[in-house]
């Protein structure tokens, strides 16, 4: 019975970064990552930015890739963690 709840405890842990990085933050705006942060480390990345957006606690990116072709990208305002819904912070 330990063994069991000692596993799935350790699930949890492990799992929790993956259903964190499909939200956007409930922190407030001055615990957000600053924009220009988030923009330079795309432009290294190789992304053009046309337009960054906030939407309820999310960086909504569009961009256009090496190939420019266009991206919608979404991140967590706080953490800039990249988030698997294009469109997180419009739901």
Do not use: W
């Amino acid at each position: 019975m330990k063994k069991t709840l000692l596993l799935a405890a350790a699930a949890m842990v492990v799992s929790a970064p993956a259903f964190a990085a499909g939200q956007c933050s409930t922190a407030s705006k001055d615990k957000f990552q600053p924009r220009s942060k988030l923009e330079a480390q795309l432009t290294a990345e190789g992304l053009k930015v046309k337009q960054v957006k906030v939407e309820k606690g999310c960086y909504e990116v569009y961009a256009t890739d090496k190939d420019h072709k266009r991206v919608n990208i979404a991140f967590n305002a706080e953490t800039l963690l990249k988030l698997d819904n294009a469109e997180a912070g419009e739901n």
